[in-house]
């Protein structure tokens, strides 16, 4: 079955402590790659995306995400986290053509302690 | 830019009625709009997809005769719950789609509670 798979359900860290969140999709042919950052309470926002190009891929707010082809891996990362990170993060990918649809990781519950 | 809004936040409602929600997208033209049904603590269940003036696809399990979806214009899509149940109360999430396929921006959201 087509999917979109995040190991981790919940994540806590401690500020400062280096964070990587994983995930894996099971699709051939070519994607385009999503971290989704959802803050307590807000909409759903764009963390970075890759397309083609370089497979590393930096976004916003520290946030970095790596494209592993071989792996069919695109693990979001930050070196050092901060209260304000604490969210819920998920992976989707983009099959398809201007017909296609959004595939959705599970979600990632990030918790920073300050 | 890219702003897509929804409309009401929250409703609560009991059970029996219909209730419409409104995802506008406000700076751009959505020739597609998306809706999606979110459980706590769990990740986003895409419903339907539609398109301006055509019928909406519905995902499989999605009884289309309980979610109505409209899309009328570039800018507007309805979704409308009717007969609505207490298992229906959840989170729903619009999101629109314009020039670039890949992208969709996504509304705040529609708190439902069915008592």
């Known amino acids: 079955a087509q999917s979109v798979s995040q190991h981790n359900h919940h994540v806590i860290l401690s500020e400062a402590a280096s964070l990587e969140l994983g995930c894996n999709y099971s699709y051939g042919g070519t994607v385009n790659l999503f971290w989704y950052v959802q803050y307590p309470g807000q909409h759903l926002q764009l963390l970075l995306k890759?397309?083609?190009?370089?497979?590393l891929v930096k976004g916003i707010k520290g946030f970095e995400a790596e494209f592993i082809k071989s792996k069919f891996s695109f693990n979001l990362r930050k070196p050092s986290v901060q209260w304000s990170d604490t969210a819920e993060y998920f992976c989707a990918v983009y099959r398809g053509s201007t017909l296609g649809r959004l595939y959705f990781g599970r979600g990632t519950q990030l918790t920073v302690w300050p | 830019g890219a702003v897509v809004s929804q409309h009401p936040s929250w409703v609560i409602c009991k059970s029996g009625t219909s209730v419409k929600i409104e995802c506008r997208s406000l700076?751009?033209?959505?020739?597609?709009m998306f809706w999606y049904r979110q459980f706590p603590k769990q990740s986003l269940m895409l419903m339907a997809t539609s398109n301006e003036g055509s019928k909406a696809t519905y995902e499989q399990g999605v009884e289309k005769d309980k979610f109505l979806i409209n899309h009328a214009s570039l800018t507007l899509s309805t979704l409308t719950v009717t007969s609505a149940h207490p298992e229906d109360s959840s989170f729903y999430i619009c999101s629109a789609r314009g020039g670039d396929y890949r992208y969709q921006y996504f509304g705040p959201g529609t708190r439902l509670t069915v008592l």
């Open positions: 700076d751009f033209q959505a020739t597609t």
């Open positions: 890759y397309f083609s190009g370089d497979p």
